[in-house]
């Protein structure tokens, strides 16, 4: 069993990776996702690389399952039982307070009615008191509605059952009692067991809202591995940017929420220490959308906490900014004015090159137009483009604007570019961070021909364009860890500080991420666990997470100070001040375990000879068709070089390199861009 195989099911493409372990060689390719049935569209991408099944050793894929069926609406019937006098904790949520001056601003609808919110005798204080005993009665009640209407999940939020989760417990074992297995229940202080009650109901409501949609999918695929003879375990990525098997996926489907995307961020992180380049910034452009994350100091930027469509979400998540920008982004006429994206052709119709019934104008099409796409070569060869199709569909928003069509495929990319270069630009100032300080390391199948333009934009001199960049996400996936994280409140000032409550408390989260790892099958000498303490200034609102290098280090004289040393070092570096010797308070404790896997590293390749002579066409840059050179990336052996303009396509995706920048091939058989930095970032730096 020697193949290791990782997939990530897109809007448009799902991407294969598989990794010979045998030979070392690395294979990647893509096939149209299939909306109606992702788990068909698994067995049509395996199809495609004839791989005999009773060798596959690893299988881990990026699911879009959960997150599609939030962003769509088209989540389950979901009732909340917490409690008494707390009804409304969720629909209130935060007041208007993310956009207090924009009179605009709606919040979202949240998933959950307020007739589906019950509430239920039994109380905890703050200190983990009980005041007032279940009211079992109500809960049978409430489990004869959930089957009287129809139901489909249950989550439980009570009041404080971060520091006791016994009503919640009991509970839960009366709901299965009632409700059997037809019925998914989600308990808070399993999914978020940390304060803020508004968000710790959001996050199990969220949990509840899109946990049967990934079920169903995830026991579909299980089912149709077994019926193929692939008897291996199902793996999959989560919002942390960490592999786990199906099983805990079953158990804790929002962790798979942004499962695709965090697969490019993952590869990031491997990209960064291979290159030595400590910080990155990942640009992953799909047919669909555009996704920003950033590596920093070599690892993934990762909150404890993070939003999706509006909605707060208690659990460790790559930070990902995400816009409707891609391939497949619609260009549109509003007013006298150009328009571009969000809405996207998809896989069906598709852009009009496509050939499947699109007729609007695409980024895609646009690209087409400008002669930046080889017809022949597109997706491997594996699809023929009708560029003839593309003129037209450019053509005719072209003469709605009243403008030359090679004049607006240029628009339609220079406004794509600047809306992609905004989404950075958001990401980077949250960090207090110029862009111009980060290589930029673009992939996707869209990705590598807008990177250098968006690099231009924002100040980046240099741009990595990995091996495979189309599927580079599903080969982030096969360079990521197994990983679990662990969360405790945790409430103390600097003066009130009990290190040795501290020190036991960790060696607790410590247990339980040994116990995770031992399920997931990670041998003892592959694991590692890190701890980390959330800490803030007194009567701040938000927190960050500082690290504990060693559990025995708690324990040692002046740890205490230590810790303020730290935040202060982390309040610096993220806000550009620290106020030394303010009072701190400690909020939570958080433990991640780490479970080490095989990498899909093939062998460094020898440097080759100069570059064949290329092909040379016209091509479109700034207005002006150049002649450029063509030429396909498996010709650039490891030192090549070639000055722009040129385009280098490859089966999953295209390269494009503008004029006064130069490409070389590292030894890693990456593609380097070098281009030369504006005159005024040169100012700035």
Same mark, same amino acid.
């Given at each position: 069993?020697?193949?290791?195989?990782?997939?990530?099911?897109?809007?448009?493409?799902?991407?294969?990776?598989?990794?010979?372990?045998?030979?070392?060689?690395?294979?990647?390719?893509?096939?149209?996702?299939?909306?109606?049935?992702?788990?068909?569209?698994?067995?049509?991408?395996?199809?495609?690389?004839?791989?005999?099944?009773?060798? $596959?050793?690893?299988?881990?894929?990026?699911?879009?399952?959960?997150?599609?069926?939030?962003?769509?609406?088209?989540?389950?019937?979901?009732?909340?039982?917490?409690?008494?006098?707390?009804?409304?904790?969720?629909?209130?949520?935060?007041?208007?307070?993310?956009?207090?001056?924009?009179?605009?601003?709606?919040?979202?609808?949240?998933?959950?009615?307020?007739?589906?919110?019950?509430?239920?005798?039994?109380?905890?204080?703050?200190?983990?008191?009980?005041?007032?005993?279940?009211?079992?009665?109500?809960?049978?009640?409430?489990?004869?509605?959930?089957? %009287?209407?129809?139901?489909?999940?249950?989550?439980?939020?009570?009041?404080?059952?971060?520091?006791?989760?016994?009503?919640?417990?009991?509970?839960?074992?009366?709901?299965?009692?009632?409700?059997? %297995? %037809?019925?998914?229940?989600?308990?808070?202080?399993?999914?978020?067991?940390?304060?803020?009650?508004?968000?710790?109901?959001?996050?199990?409501?969220?949990?509840?809202?899109?946990?049967?949609?990934?079920?169903?999918?995830?026991?579909?695929?299980?089912?149709?591995?077994?019926?193929?003879?692939?008897?291996?375990? $199902?793996?999959?990525?989560?919002?942390?940017?960490?592999?786990?098997?199906?099983?805990?996926?079953?158990?804790?489907?929002?962790?798979?929420?942004?499962?695709?995307?965090?697969?490019?961020?993952?590869? !990031?992180?491997?990209?960064?220490?291979?290159?030595?380049?400590?910080? $990155?910034?990942?640009?992953?452009?799909?047919?669909?959308?555009?996704?920003?994350?950033?590596?920093?100091?070599?690892?993934?930027?990762?909150?404890?906490?993070?939003?999706?469509?509006?909605?707060?979400?208690?659990?460790?998540?790559?930070?990902?900014?995400?816009?409707?920008?891609?391939?497949?982004?619609?260009?549109?006429?509003?007013?006298?004015?150009?328009?571009?994206?969000?809405?996207?052709?998809?896989?069906?119709?598709?852009?009009?090159?496509?050939?499947?019934?699109?007729?609007?104008?695409? $980024?895609?099409?646009?690209?087409?137009?400008?002669?930046?796409?080889?017809?022949?070569?597109?997706?491997?060869?594996?699809?023929?483009?009708?560029?003839?199709?593309?003129?037209?569909?450019?053509?005719?928003?072209?003469?709605?604007?009243?403008?030359?069509?090679?004049?607006?495929?240029?628009?339609?990319?220079?406004?794509?570019?600047?809306?992609?270069?905004?989404?950075?630009?958001?990401?980077?100032?949250?960090?207090?961070?110029?862009?111009?300080?980060?290589?930029?390391?673009?992939?996707?199948?869209?990705?590598?021909?807008?990177?250098?333009?968006?690099?231009?934009?924002?100040?980046?001199?240099?741009?990595?364009?990995?091996?495979?960049?189309?599927?580079?996400?599903?080969?982030?996936?096969?360079?990521?860890?197994?990983?679990?994280?662990?969360?405790?409140?945790?409430?103390?000032?600097?003066?009130?500080?009990?290190?040795?409550?501290?020190?036991?408390?960790?060696?607790?989260?410590?247990?339980?991420?040994?116990?995770?790892?031992?399920?997931?099958?990670?041998?003892?000498?592959?694991?590692?666990?890190?701890?980390?303490?959330?800490?803030?200034?007194?009567?701040?609102?938000?927190?960050?997470?500082?690290?504990?290098?060693?559990? %025995?280090?708690?324990?040692?004289?002046?740890?205490?100070?230590?810790?303020?040393?730290?935040?202060?070092?982390?309040?610096?570096?993220?806000?550009?001040?620290?106020?030394?010797?303010?009072?701190?308070?400690?909020?939570?404790?958080?433990?991640?375990?780490?479970?080490?896997?095989?990498?899909?590293?093939?062998?460094?390749?020898?440097?080759?000879?100069?570059?064949?002579?290329?092909?040379?066409?016209?091509?479109?840059?700034? !207005?002006?068709?150049?002649?450029?050179?063509?030429?396909?990336?498996?010709?650039?052996?490891?030192?090549?070089?070639?000055?722009?303009?040129?385009?280098?396509?490859?089966?999953?995706?295209?390269?494009?390199?503008?004029?006064?920048?130069?490409?070389?091939?590292?030894?890693?058989?990456?593609?380097?861009?070098?281009?030369?930095?504006?005159?005024?970032?040169?100012?700035?730096?």
């Amino acid at each position: 069993m020697t193949y290791r195989v990782a997939m990530d099911i897109g809007g448009t493409f799902t991407d294969v990776v598989t990794f010979d372990a045998a030979s070392r060689q690395v294979r990647a390719g893509k096939v149209l996702t299939t909306p109606d049935d992702l788990a068909r569209g698994v067995f049509d991408a395996l199809a495609s690389f004839r791989l005999p099944f009773d060798e $596959v050793s690893f299988f881990v894929h990026g699911t879009t399952q959960g997150l599609n069926a939030l962003l769509e609406r088209r989540g389950a019937d979901v009732l909340i039982l917490t409690s008494r006098g707390i009804g409304d904790v969720y629909r209130i949520a935060r007041g208007n307070r993310e956009r207090l001056f924009d009179l605009h601003y709606r919040k979202p609808e949240p998933l959950v009615a307020r007739d589906a919110i019950v509430e239920v005798g039994g109380r905890f204080d703050a200190s983990g008191e009980e005041l007032e005993p279940l009211d079992e009665d109500a809960v049978r009640l409430a489990a004869k509605r959930v089957r %009287d209407e129809g139901f489909d999940a249950v989550a439980v939020c009570f009041l404080f059952a971060f520091r006791d989760a016994e009503h919640e417990r009991r509970t839960g074992r009366i709901l299965r009692e009632e409700l059997g %297995d %037809d019925v998914l229940v989600v308990l808070s202080h399993e999914v978020a067991p940390e304060w803020r009650e508004y968000e710790r109901t959001s996050t199990t409501a969220m949990e509840a809202y899109t946990g049967p949609s990934v079920h169903r999918y995830l026991d579909k695929i299980e089912a149709r591995f077994t019926d193929k003879g692939l008897n291996v375990p $199902v793996h999959v990525m989560q919002s942390s940017g960490g592999l786990v098997n199906a099983g805990f996926a079953r158990r804790h489907p929002l962790q798979t929420l942004l499962s695709g995307p965090v697969g490019g961020t993952m590869g !990031g992180v491997a990209v960064s220490r291979l290159l030595d380049r400590p910080d $990155v910034i990942c640009i992953d452009m799909g047919g669909t959308s555009f996704d920003v994350s950033l590596v920093m100091d070599h690892e993934a930027d990762v909150s404890p906490s993070g939003s999706c469509e509006g909605f707060p979400v208690l659990m460790p998540m790559v930070n990902l900014h995400t816009i409707g920008a891609g391939g497949g982004s619609l260009a549109y006429a509003e007013g006298k004015a150009l328009r571009v994206g969000p809405e996207s052709a998809g896989a069906v119709p598709g852009p009009a090159c496509y050939g499947r019934g699109g007729t609007r104008a695409t $980024v895609t099409d646009a690209n087409c137009v400008l002669g930046r796409v080889d017809a022949g070569s597109f997706a491997g060869g594996g699809m023929s483009l009708d560029l003839d199709a593309a003129h037209r569909a450019v053509g005719a928003l072209a003469a709605e604007l009243e403008m030359d069509p090679v004049e607006l495929a240029s628009g339609i990319c220079d406004v794509g570019n600047a809306k992609m270069a905004q989404a950075i630009r958001t990401l980077t100032v949250e960090h207090g961070r110029e862009p111009g300080q980060f290589a930029l390391l673009a992939f996707g199948g869209a990705g590598p021909m807008h990177a250098a333009f968006i690099a231009r934009e924002i100040g980046i001199t240099e741009v990595v364009v990995p091996r495979f960049p189309g599927a580079f996400s599903a080969w982030g996936m096969l360079e990521s860890d197994v990983r679990r994280d662990f969360s405790m409140q945790f409430l103390a000032t600097n003066h009130t500080l009990d290190t040795r409550a501290l020190a036991e408390a960790l060696e607790q989260l410590r247990g339980q991420a040994d116990e995770a790892l031992t399920e997931q099958g990670i041998a003892p000498a592959d694991r590692s666990v890190t701890h980390g303490i959330d800490m803030r200034y007194e009567s701040q609102d938000y927190t960050l997470t500082v690290p504990i290098l060693e559990t %025995d280090e708690v324990t040692g004289e002046g740890f205490t100070g230590v810790l303020e040393e730290r935040f202060a070092q982390a309040h610096h570096k993220r806000y550009g001040h620290a106020t030394p010797g303010a009072p701190v308070q400690f909020v939570a404790l958080r433990t991640t375990g780490h479970g080490r896997v095989e990498r899909a590293r093939s062998e460094s390749a020898a440097p080759g000879g100069p570059a064949p002579e290329p092909v040379t066409r016209d091509v479109v840059f700034d !207005g002006v068709a150049r002649p450029t050179a063509v030429v396909s990336r498996s010709a650039l052996a490891v030192g090549a070089r070639l000055a722009g303009p040129a385009i280098v396509h490859e089966e999953t995706s295209t390269t494009v390199v503008p004029p006064e920048a130069e490409l070389r091939v590292d030894e890693n058989e990456f593609l380097i861009i070098t281009l030369a930095a504006r005159p005024e970032m040169e100012d700035l730096a």
